[in-house]
């Protein structure tokens, strides 16, 4: 199966519609949107201690911090592009420098992994970043962050993910047929408004199931 390549970027102007691709996407005032997978105890507080210490780097930039880069798992990154990251990084303990032992080495291993399946989806390995950022450096931080944001603004904007998503039909979800919304059944199509003897009124008059008259408190008697 061949790799998907990205296609053509689409954008809206004024008079209509401009096709830009490939390094031409880099029009004016597109800001790239970056999602970082950051360990707690180093690069946590490395990009802290860039923000403390007021270095300029840019604020596109988005972190979700996790224990430790170990706990990264490949779908944590795809489901990065899918909501609309232009890239991603992933950063964390040096070697020999985790916290819990050998998470950054697991991490390390998956990344070269998903190197090779990103190509096989399609995507540019160059907008995923990894990096060893230790607490005390900030200053490895900030440099990190301004030259992927610079790299991911020269690629353009990331629409691969949502073009191929977007190509599914009905036909090849298996539970298209299946009404799988949270939504409570209204009043009038509960479950047991059609059983028989629900309409009959109040006091136990009226027919019963079987079709005989209902019992009265004579005929009990």
Same mark, same amino acid.
């Given at each position: 199966? =061949?790799?998907?390549?990205?296609?053509?970027?689409?954008?809206?102007?004024?008079?209509?519609?401009?096709?830009?691709?490939?390094?031409?996407?880099?029009?004016?005032?597109?800001?790239?949107?970056?999602?970082?997978?950051?360990?707690?105890?180093?690069?946590?507080?490395?990009?802290?201690?860039?923000?403390?210490?007021?270095?300029?780097?840019?604020?596109?930039?988005?972190?979700?911090?996790?224990?430790?880069?170990?706990?990264?798992?490949?779908?944590?990154?795809?489901?990065?592009?899918?909501?609309?990251?232009?890239?991603?990084?992933? =950063?964390?303990?040096? /070697?020999?420098?985790?916290? %819990?032992?050998?998470?950054?080495?697991?991490?390390?291993?998956?990344?070269?992994?998903?190197?090779?399946?990103?190509?096989?989806?399609?995507?540019?390995?160059?907008?995923?970043?990894?990096?060893?950022?230790?607490? =005390?450096?900030?200053?490895?931080?900030?440099?990190?962050?301004?030259?992927?944001?610079?790299?991911?603004?020269?690629?353009?904007?990331?629409?691969? %993910?949502?073009?191929?998503?977007?190509?599914?039909?009905?036909?090849?979800? /298996?539970?298209?047929?299946?009404?799988?919304?949270?939504?409570? /059944?209204?009043?009038?199509?509960?479950?047991?408004?059609?059983?028989?003897?629900?309409?009959?009124?109040?006091?136990?008059?009226?027919?019963?199931?079987?079709?005989?008259?209902?019992?009265?408190?004579?005929?009990?008697?």
């Amino acid at each position: 199966m =061949s790799a998907v390549s990205e296609p053509e970027r689409t954008m809206r102007a004024e008079g209509g519609e401009a096709t830009v691709a490939g390094d031409a996407a880099t029009m004016a005032g597109f800001e790239p949107r970056i999602t970082a997978f950051v360990c707690n105890w180093c690069t946590y507080t490395g990009a802290d201690l860039a923000g403390t210490s007021r270095l300029h780097m840019a604020s596109n930039v988005r972190i979700i911090r996790l224990p430790c880069t170990g706990r990264i798992d490949h779908v944590f990154l795809v489901k990065a592009f899918e909501r609309g990251a232009d890239g991603v990084i992933v =950063s964390g303990c040096h /070697p020999a420098d985790c916290h %819990y032992t050998a998470g950054n080495y697991h991490a390390r291993r998956r990344f070269g992994v998903f190197r090779e399946l990103l190509s096989f989806m399609g995507v540019d390995p160059e907008r995923l970043t990894f990096s060893w950022v230790s607490a =005390s450096e900030g200053a490895k931080w900030a440099d990190v962050v301004n030259e992927t944001v610079a790299r991911v603004r020269r690629l353009g904007p990331f629409d691969a %993910y949502h073009g191929l998503a977007g190509a599914a039909t009905p036909a090849d979800d /298996p539970f298209a047929a299946y009404d799988l919304s949270d939504e409570e /059944p209204s009043g009038e199509d509960q479950p047991g408004d059609d059983r028989p003897g629900d309409d009959r009124p109040e006091g136990g008059s009226g027919p019963s199931p079987d079709g005989d008259p209902a019992p009265t408190p004579e005929s009990a008697s």
